[in-house]
């Protein structure tokens, strides 16, 4: 019987160790192109995610308004924008007002030093010339750092505002060309193939769909628990420093813990240290609700990754596209677990990134056994 050239391929069996080191190299391939390319690569995947948010909503465009693809795109792009700008401009006024108080916080912060340095010129015998001889270098060393960061942070806020640009622009193309997208997807593979193909992208559009979803659905939640937690507890600047922890949650197992010290830090500044306490304590109370009720039932489902999993993915992702990649690289290992679940020879890595799951309970099986006579016996289990 011939064999064709991708039949025989198909045919040759490589050992393990020869297929681990193959799948290795293509995944360190991988993360190096996505390094180098992270300029691209991050607003097309940001550009992804919310192309796929939009999809339903633009289809209800189409199908209910009567109107073009192209019309549908952009009224929905246009509308997810304006929210967006809604938020980042209330952002912008609780900023605001926090900047008119800072000269007030640096007085205060100024108190705070003065009495550590007492505290440790009394408990260490280190007077205070020497500490502010001290401070004085390290001041020094911080100014040239922050004149240097002054000049970088102007190209970052317009190489932000580039970056949002094209996000846009690349979820409005993304959903105006989806049926030729989706035609591309699946011409990359062979004809058989094509069926499981179109599960793993149609479950693929579902999980970032539900995932993006739910993290707006618990950000939205965490932003009106903080901020009422916070106001009762007659915390200044509590709206601001409630959706701020709400934000830094979407980065899970490290956002938390920044926003609870940025919290302290500025409570400490116009308060006393017991309210600073009450306020990192409420908030880290919160996230232990969050991370074990509303987190698995809103977010935990769409991607059942495992927590050592998740960490290794924010680690890598910030490494490689940093904070952005610290939200990006989750989906997007989700991705990969799916792909992994439905291609031969892969499973084992797909169950490796994924969560153990409890074995379900076997069923008894039960015999109905009759007497002839009419009487029936016990049931037999």
Known sequence: MHLTNSEAVMMLKFPFYARLALTLLAVVLVVFILFIGRNIFIPLVFGLLIGILLFPLSLVFERKLH???GVASALSVTLFLSMAGSFIYFMALQI?????????LKKRFQQIAWEIQKWVAYKFQINTSIQNDYFERSAGDI???AARSASEAVFTVIGVVVMFVFVFIFAFFMLYHYKFLMRFVLHLFNVRHREKVHEVVMETKTMINGYVMGLVIEMVIMIVVNSGLLLLLDIRYAILLGVMAAVLNIIPYFGI???????????????TPGHAMQAGLALFIVHVLDANILMPRIVGSRVKMNPFVTIIAVIIGEAVWGVPGMFLFIPLTGIMKMVCDRVEGLEAWGMLMGVEEAPKPKKKLV?????PGGADNNMVK
């Open 67 to 69: 109107v073009g693809r």
């Open 143 to 145: 100014v040239q750092t």
């Open 257 to 271: 813990y920044v926003s609870i010290v940025l919290t302290m830090l500025v409570t400490l500044a116009n308060n």
């Open 96 to 104: 605001g007002q926090f900047a008119r108080d800072i000269p007030e």
């Open 367 to 371: 015999l109905d056994v009759s007497v």
